[in-house]
């Protein structure tokens, strides 16, 4: 399942200094038939998909999976002088500041780029960045719980804050996580910059619970997925995406007519995530034709079930049982990239005194 944790000094006060560590290989192949792919962990695309590009391409790709989102991105501005590679890819909307002012991409404007859809397009007076895939982070919730309980599920931002709902929620880290990030950003969406202290205070209140991390709350702490379940988790809230329940469905041992968890549609944050040509990329001829690769049709038609994102091309369809198990939010909270980067850090830190201490 798509996901991804980082480090806090991913959205700290400032990257603090990091030795890079973890592979020797500088990435950046003097080949030129080979390209480097940087990306988070979570980077899946099928077999005969990538082998296609690369009959076609004359390039033979090279992964490198350098660990969770921020950490990844952390790693590749320290080394951005002698890159690991030659395109990075898993950069998102929450970070996507951060890896531009520090120089981490070169220009470059990707064939297909009339393709994307206007609203996923980002830097577009320099194009530095490639958008590649959207999703969104919302509440999940357990169906057979709620049912159980003869409770209505949550909604909204709002419900979660009820006493209705009171020790139910599970979230993650805002300092360490992704989706925990994105929660807070899509609750400072919802209710502005002097509002959302005091709704967060109502979640404390109403016994929110905070993890490190996704796969702890997702797997651990919720008892709507199947590995919470074995787990004991007793959350029958989380925050996750709104692609989780299609994952539920389609890797299931007996594969169920209906998927086990929902998603509580007025709590999502639309998250969009990045690709671009490294500074002092090795092979840039190569990386232009990667990053054009992933705007293909071939490419994004192939993601929704290797990465459970949606595809962020015009006329790029999405597999039936992604649609039908895990509808995308139709009216997610955004935050334009200059807000998040004015307020970040700032909103992190007040959240970890807010919440955490």
């Known amino acids: 399942m798509h996901h991804k944790t980082f480090v806090a000094a991913a959205v700290g006060l400032g990257l603090v200094t990091l030795s890079a560590c973890g592979s020797t290989d500088t990435g950046g192949s003097a080949d030129p038939t080979t390209v480097t792919l940087v990306s988070h962990d979570s980077w899946a695309v099928s077999k005969d998909v990538l082998k296609d590009f690369e009959k ?94 003869k409770l209505t599920p949550p909604r909204s931002f709002e419900d979660l804050a009820k006493p209705a709902y009171k020790n139910l929620l599970v979230t993650e880290n805002a300092a360490t996580s992704s989706p925990g990030l994105g929660f807070l950003l899509g609750s400072a969406a919802k209710f ?93 001829k190569g990386g232009k034709a990667l990053l054009d690769f992933l705007l293909t049709k ?20 999405v597999p039936a049982d992604f649609t039908k198990y895990g509808p995308a939010a139709e009216d997610p909270e955004t935050l334009a990239p200059d807000t998040i980067a004015a307020n970040r850090d700032q909103w992190v830190k007040s959240w970890t005194s807010l919440v955490l201490k």
């Not at 968890?261 to 040509?277: D, K, W």
């Not at 071939?298 to 369809?317: C, R």
């Open 56 to 149: 076609r391409s004359g390039y033979k790709v090279k992964v490198l999976k350098d660990g969770d989102a921020g950490q990844a991105v952390n790693k590749a501005i320290l080394t951005k002088d002698n890159p690991q590679g030659d395109v990075f890819f898993g950069v998102d909307n929450t970070l996507l500041s951060r890896a531009l002012d520090n120089g981490l991409f070169q220009p470059y404007q990707a064939k297909g780029w009339d393709t994307v859809r206007p609203e996923f397009r980002a830097d577009q007076g320099k194009h530095r960045v490639t958008p590649v895939d959207t999703g969104d982070i919302c509440v999940n919730y357990d169906k057979a719980w709620f049912s159980a309980h």
């Open 192 to 284: 502005g910059d002097d509002g959302w202290p005091g709704y967060w205070k109502k979640l404390k209140a109403n016994g929110i619970k905070v993890v490190d991390g996704w796969e702890q709350a997702y797997y651990q702490e919720f008892s709507g997925s199947s590995e919470g379940k074995k787990a004991g988790g007793d959350r029958p809230l989380v925050v996750s995406y709104a692609s989780s329940p299609p994952a539920e469905v389609i890797y299931a041992e007996k594969r169920p007519a209906t998927a086990p968890t929902g998603v509580a549609t007025g709590t999502c944050f639309r998250q969009v995530e990045y690709a671009g040509l490294l500074s002092n990329a090795k092979n840039t």
């Open 298 to 317: 071939q490419f994004q038609q192939d993601m929704p079930l290797n990465m459970f994102v949606y595809p962020v091309v015009k006329g790029a369809a």
